[in-house]
Each structure stands twice: as C-alpha cells, then as structure tokens.
T-cell receptor
Framework: NAGVTQTPKFQVLKTGQSMTLQCAQD?????MSWYRQDPGMGLRLIHY???????DQGEVPNGYNVSRSTTEDFPLRLLSAAPSQTSVYFC?????????????FGEGSWLTVV | GQQVMQIPQYQHVQEGEDFTTYCNSS?????IQWYKQRPGGHPVFLIQ?????EVKKQKRLTFQFGEAKKNSSLHITATQTTDVGTYFC????????????FGTGTRLQVTL
C-alpha cells in the first residue's frame, strides 16, 4: 500500500531554474494538496485540488503552478526558483465525504535553492 | 485572516512527566485535528474532534475541544521518549472545508 508518493526526496536548484515535484496517490482520493514547511514553522498551503481538472490557490501560491489531469497525480511546478523557496514540501491527499478530513501526507521533498 | 496559534513553542520534559500543548484559533472551528511529526518525518494524523466540549483519549494522550470550539488541547500523561516530535493542531478555514490552517506547532523533547 504505497499511499502518497513524492519524488524527488532531495533536490538542489540554482536560482532561476525550474523543476517539478511529483506527487501520486493510489487511494483514489479526490482531494490533494501541496504544503511547504519552513524551519520551526507550521505547514502553509500552496495549492490544492478537489478533483481532476480542478485546482485552487492556498495561502502562498506565488511562484508555483499545479495541474490535476488525473485523480492520482498532482505535480507542483516551480517556475523560476528563488532562495525563498528553499523549504520542505509535502504533498497530501484525503478522501471526501465521511471521514474526509483525515489527511495523508507524503514523506516530503527537501528543496534547496542556491 | 484566520490564525491558529499553539503554546508553548517548545517544551523539554523528563521521561515520565506530563505534557500539554494548547491550540487557539481566532475563529470558530467546525472541527479540529491533531497531527504528530517526528524529527525528519512527515505529519501523521492523530485524531479529529468535532463536538463542542468533546474529549477523546488514545492511551496516554487526551484531546479536548473547547466549548466555544475555538481552542483545543493535547495532554500526554507520563511521557516516553517515543513521544518526541512536533504536535500540530489544524482546523478548516472559515467558509471552506477544503483548506486547513495548521497551528504553529509545539516541539516536544523528552529525555531520560
């Protein structure tokens, strides 16, 4: 049972480079989201999706794009990396309906922008 | 905007001592969830509270949801080294069930 899978686990980027963080879940969850966690801080919502073809912005969407072409996948794109985007990124999913508030997190992607 | 604060930010206890973290929201919450994150790990769901004044227990952990549904607490009795980590509360943003606002977290360190 894979759950929520994120790749890569670690990445170093140069300022201005672009990249995509991959996220896949095999639980047929409608809702998926991306959070970032900075040292000593809580999690801040970047973007989320309530189903295939539907995405919306969270608290800190600037500099990031998402798409949701399938139920399983929810990639996060950094358009032009900046040092301020150095962070740990967590993808998460949850079912909708009864019991739909429990969020399942991936193991995280550590990103450093130099 | 909605804010969820937790106190304390950090607590260091001796194994066997009790520990409590408090979560306070600036707005009324329809429910509150608690997560634990081990060092270097990812948040793991612990529990959800929905009703005003609700109390739930999981072994040594006791969770409470305030009467006004704006605050919550997590109490650990007789801490163990396996309790080490950061504990987060989270509640839905006002007007939407789709966005969770996470608290600032309380980091617990337990030593022998």
């Amino acid at each position: 049972n894979a759950g929520v899978t994120q790749t890569p686990k670690f990445q170093v980027l140069k300022t201005g480079q672009s990249m995509t963080l991959q996220c896949a879940q095999d639980m047929n969850h409608e809702y998926m989201s991306w959070y970032r966690q900075d040292p000593g801080m809580g999690l801040r919502l970047i973007h989320y999706s309530v189903g295939a073809g539907i995405t919306d912005q969270g608290e800190v969407p600037n500099g990031y794009n998402v798409s949701r072409s399938t139920t399983e996948d929810f990639p996060l794109r950094l358009l032009s990396a900046a040092p301020s985007q150095t962070s740990v990124y967590f993808c998460a999913s949850r079912p909708t309906g009864l019991g739909g508030n429990t969020i399942y997190f991936g193991e995280g992607s550590w990103l450093t922008v130099v | 905007g909605q804010q969820v604060m937790q106190i304390p930010q950090y607590q260091h206890v001796q194994e066997g001592e009790d520990f409590t973290t408090y979560c306070n929201s600036s707005t009324t919450l329809s429910n509150i969830q608690w997560y634990k994150q081990r060092p270097g790990g990812h948040p793991v769901f612990l529990i959800q509270l929905v009703k005003s004044g609700e109390v739930k227990k999981q072994k040594r952990l006791t969770f409470q949801f305030g009467e006004a549904k704006k605050n919550s607490s997590l109490h650990i009795t007789a801490t163990q080294t396996t309790d080490v980590g950061t504990y987060f509360c989270a509640g839905p943003r006002t007007g939407t069930a789709s966005k969770l606002t996470f608290g600032t977290g309380t980091r617990l360190q337990v030593t022998l």
